[in-house]
């Protein structure tokens, strides 16, 4: 069974930094997709930035520049590194998994991130 485990949010103010962490079980994680998406009150969940198994990246082009994905296999754990973040970067942060043994896509529980101006 895949389990996602989100941690690292919270309360900064604009221009601050923050790094989100997200822990993952039950799957080869080495050969998974990664994500990070996020949703804002009353907006629909959007991308934010993937890591591919080969470690390729993309990024939502509102934070390209200021936001970082990485990943470290030996602790099966992905990370979102967020840097001069501004009022706009408030949603939750969800952590995204796609990978074997099924190819599904399994969800973190989130983790609330608010700025403030």
């Known amino acids: 069974q895949v389990r996602l485990v989100e941690s690292g949010g919270g309360l900064v103010q604009a221009g601050g930094s923050l790094r989100l962490s997200c822990a993952a079980s039950?799957?080869?994680?080495?050969?998974?997709?990664m994500g990070w998406h996020r949703q804002a009150p009353g907006k629909q969940r959007e991308l934010v930035a993937t890591?591919?198994?080969?470690?390729?990246?993309n990024y939502a082009h509102s934070v390209k520049g200021r936001f970082t994905i990485s990943r470290d296999n030996a602790k099966n754990t992905m990370y979102l590194q967020m840097n001069n973040l501004k009022p706009e970067d408030t949603a939750v942060y969800y952590c995204k998994l796609r990978g074997p043994p099924d190819w599904r896509d399994y969800w973190g529980q989130g983790t609330q991130v608010t700025v403030s101006s």
């Open positions: 039950g799957s080869l994680f080495s050969l998974a997709t």
């Open positions: 890591i591919t198994g080969g470690r390729s990246t």
